[in-house]
């Protein structure tokens, strides 16, 4: 692997093309995008993707940071996580365009990819399209270009440092500050627990009704931190219809379904061969091993804990082999 | 539009998914059901559903009233069934906790210390059980909790009796 480039390009083009759309370029790569497609080229090759499909997966990709590992945004394109810097690939993690020798990968520094995808998302989004919400939630990302969607496209990133709704910590989640109960959650319970503190304890007795929060959870497939506990991190998320990306695991994740069902089809990290179909419904655990990759199906919102450890020298464990893929052996 | 309906499980009501196999070995995922777990486990025994190195996450069977335990480190309670009083204290003695201790010790009895309070959780609410204080499970109908933590002496793990380990999902 080169060195990570750090030379900043200029932003995308300056004259839009016929449909509206500006073109991005990333070292090699190139960004283009027409009414309905997304359009990848490198030195060996080139890709389309829905542009609907592109934009939900370049938004999480963004909003996560570049996530834990790999962030395939379909079988050929995607990014690989190196928490400073970033690769871009094509084809790395498909085993015809590994044999074929037609797969790329070029490394960048994180704020440079991270800036080009930012620009890419915001021109290439169109009014009334929100890359994070289910498909029924929201208008056409097709077309041609047609104002734009800063507001969904930048949302606040919910991080708890302790857990939500204690002092000076991420907010509980209401109608007052925004977040209405989702379609699919009306039956949710939102009673809060009965805390009663003894005086000068206030801050320390916390509790909050985390179903109640998920259900007005405005986004899809987005994990956001709701408790820590060291490198320890409850990340739930509200799920419907198909996971935007197929994410690659550079550590062992787990999953506990808290409502509702998922499906997950579980493949080889590296070439993409099919390894397992899991179900998961309302209080299944399962881990999801640190060699595949793995994308959700979720017909119904359903509600999801995202477990990760957040550790920083895991990667380099797993990759070195130091660390079993899987995280219990019996 | 008719109203969805959102299925959460519960001890007497579960359904469980699994894992079917194409080219692996279904004990990579060490799938298990938190409900059936707890539905088998002793009052407040320590069950391993989950582990990720030094941390788990535990599922906790709340009937009656538990021992007094303190954490080494912020822990977080989940109620995914039934309702638990969850009654904390500041510790007196913080050192009842010995220096690198992981997860919670049991303590001999309710410690000296002042009452911190009491919070009354139902399914879906998540509870700080803060470092330096001890805490009481009481449930008066059994429930269950999920427990964010790290495993210590009092975690149970028994992955073969509780993961699917057959291809297919047992009917």
């Known amino acids: 692997m080169s060195r990570a480039t750090d030379v900043v390009p200029e932003i995308g083009s300056i004259e839009p093309n016929r449909h509206g759309y500006r073109g991005f370029t990333l070292g090699s790569f190139g960004f283009n995008r027409d009414e309905y497609f997304a359009h990848v080229t490198w030195p060996k090759g080139r890709h389309m993707l829905p542009v609907d499909a592109f934009l939900r997966a370049l938004q999480r990709d963004i909003a996560w940071g570049f996530f834990y590992g790999i962030v395939n945004f379909d079988p050929v394109v995607g990014t690989i996580n190196h928490y400073g810097s970033v690769d871009l690939f094509a084809g790395r993690f498909n085993d015809h365009y590994r044999r074929a020798g037609l797969d790329h990968i070029e490394r960048f520094q994180t704020p440079l990819i991270q800036r080009v995808f930012e620009a890419m998302l915001e021109d290439w989004t169109n009014a009334g399209f929100d890359p994070f919400a289910s498909p029924q939630e929201t208008g056409s990302a097709f077309g041609p270009k047609n104002g734009g969607n800063k507001e969904a496209i930048t949302r606040h990133r919910v991080t708890a440092r302790r857990m939500i709704g204690a002092p000076g910590d991420e907010p509980r989640r209401s109608d007052d500050n925004g977040f209405p109960i989702n379609r699919h959650f009306l039956d949710v319970p939102q009673d809060e627990p009965a805390v009663r503190a003894e005086p000068g304890f206030e801050d320390e007795v916390v509790s909050f009704n985390l179903f109640a929060y998920l259900s007005r959870s405005d986004v899809t497939w987005n994990p956001s931190i709701v408790s820590v506990c060291k490198a320890s991190l409850y990340c739930p998320t509200t799920e419907e219809y198909i996971l935007p990306v197929i994410h690659g695991n550079d550590r062992v994740e787990w999953f506990v379904q808290l409502s509702d069902e998922i499906q997950w089809e579980v493949e080889d990290r590296e070439t993409g061969a099919v390894r397992a179909r899991v179900t998961m419904k309302a209080g299944d655990v399962a881990a999801m091993p640190a060699d595949i990759r793995h994308r959700g199906f979720s017909p119904k919102r359903s509600m999801l804990l995202v477990w990760e450890n957040a550790s920083p020298e895991l990667p380099g464990l797993y990759a070195s082999g130091k660390m079993s893929p899987t995280p219990v052996q019996f | ?171």
């Open chain 2, 1 to 171: 539009m008719s109203q969805q309906t959102t299925r959460f499980g519960s001890l007497e009501h579960y359904a469980k998914g699994g894992v079917e196999v194409i080219n692996d070995d279904a004990r990579n995922y060490v799938f298990s059901n938190v409900f059936e777990v707890a539905s088998r486990a002793k009052p407040f025994e320590k069950v391993a559903v989950g582990k990720n190195i030094e941390y788990v996450i535990e599922a906790i069977r709340a009937d009656g009233t538990s021992g007094w335990r303190a954490p080494a480190q912020d822990e977080f309670a989940l109620v995914m069934d039934g309702e638990v009083e969850i009654r904390l204290l500041k510790l007196a003695e913080p050192g009842v906790v010995p220096a690198g201790t992981k997860g919670s010790v049991a303590l001999p009895g309710m410690p000296p210390g002042r009452k911190m309070g009491v919070v009354r959780a139902r399914r879906g609410h998540m509870t700080l059980l803060p470092v330096g204080a001890a805490y009481q499970f009481h449930a008066a109908q059994p429930g269950v909790i999920l427990l964010q933590t790290l495993a210590g002496a009092d975690t149970v793990e028994r992955w073969a009796d509780i993961c699917q380990t057959t291809p297919r999902p047992q009917a």
